[in-house]
């Protein structure tokens, strides 16, 4: 079973933009179907980007084309390259890896705050 570890949160002026990473150890990474979460104060997680089983991403509404997920097999590493950030965007970002053998795992969450 995978680990995950994002990073690449922080501070953030509106407009601005952040890079996520989520590093995954273990085995058969690429055999993994990732995705990023995010959960605000008082709010439930929320989807914000994944990929399908042909690992073609896939967006939440709200995303409106800032955001984009990718992954390197030979890093083991998803990213999320997050673009005209908004304060309504600050939350704490998890990775999610599932596999159907291996059940959902999360990592341990990464803060991004935007704010002037």
């Known amino acids: 079973q995978v680990q995950l570890v994002e990073s690449g949160g922080g501070l953030v002026q509106p407009g601005g933009s952040l890079r996520l990473s989520c590093v995954a150890s273990?085995?058969?990474?690429?055999?993994?179907?990732m995705g990023w979460f995010r959960q605000a104060p008082g709010q439930e997680r929320e989807l914000v980007a994944r990929?399908?089983?042909?690992?073609?991403?896939i967006y939440a509404d709200f995303v409106e084309g800032r955001f984009t997920m990718s992954r390197d097999n030979a890093l083991n590493t998803v990213y999320l390259q997050m673009n005209s950030l908004k304060p309504e965007d600050t939350a704490v970002y998890y990775c999610?890896?599932?596999?159907?053998?291996?059940?959902?795992?999360w990592g341990q969450g990464t803060q991004v705050t935007v704010s002037s």
């Open positions: 273990g085995e058969s990474f690429s055999s993994y179907q």
């Open positions: 999610r890896a599932v596999r159907i053998d291996q059940g959902i795992i």
């Open positions: 990929t399908t089983w042909d690992s073609t991403p």
